[in-house]
């Protein structure tokens, strides 16, 4: 039996599982919300999580290009992106995969010496990680860039209203 029927088979498992060890990543208020609350509008972070992992899983099985699993890491790192999370923290959810695979599959791995088509495919998790870098890093750039933008304009309504800003007419 191949890897990826085994996957597939493993699907909704390997699934909840990833997707209970990510919201253990968060506070244990939080994590328990997450956990409860189905609801994709009362509770938006979690919907976006589940929906960014399971696109995330297929792309992997599909063996899809960065282009069709890029928007997947997008939703779900925007979202770390702006919490609490060290860069580290926010994309080491993928790792996760790894870890739900290995122990899902472990027996089965063994028993149908699947460890080469193993090896490719957790290729393929950290080639995951290198795009969410770069999806972080670009979100923390508009992050910081809102920021400034909002002190820029604060700064400016302050000056204003200490009458301190001249405009200067063109002739």
């Known amino acids: 039996m191949e890897l990826k029927s085994l996957l597939t088979e493993k699907r909704a498992t390997i699934l909840k599982k990833w997707f209970d060890l990510i919201l ?3 506070p244990s208020d939080t994590s328990s919300f997450l956990k409860k609350q189905k609801n994709q509008f009362a509770n938006p972070v979690g919907h976006t999580i589940s929906e960014g992992i399971e696109g995330l899983f ?12 890029s928007p997947f890491l997008d939703s779900i790192i925007r979202v770390r992106a702006i919490q609490d999370f060290t860069p580290s923290e926010a994309i080491g959810f993928i790792f996760l995969l790894k870890k739900v695979i290995r122990e899902s599959l472990q027996k089965e791995i063994r028993e149908h010496q699947t460890y080469d088509e193993l090896l490719r495919l957790e290729s393929r998790i950290d080639d995951l990680v290198s795009i969410s870098f770069d999806v ?3 979100c923390r750039e508009q992050v910081y860039e809102l920021k400034a933008n909002e ?4 700064t400016f309504r302050l000056l204003q209203r200490a009458n301190l800003v001249k405009e200067i007419q063109e002739d």
């Open 24 to 26: 253990d990543t968060y």
């Open 58 to 69: 297929d792309g992997l099985l599909e063996e899809a290009d960065s282009d069709k699993v």
């Open 136 to 138: 972080y890093m670009k």
């Open 151 to 154: 002190v820029k304009k604060m």
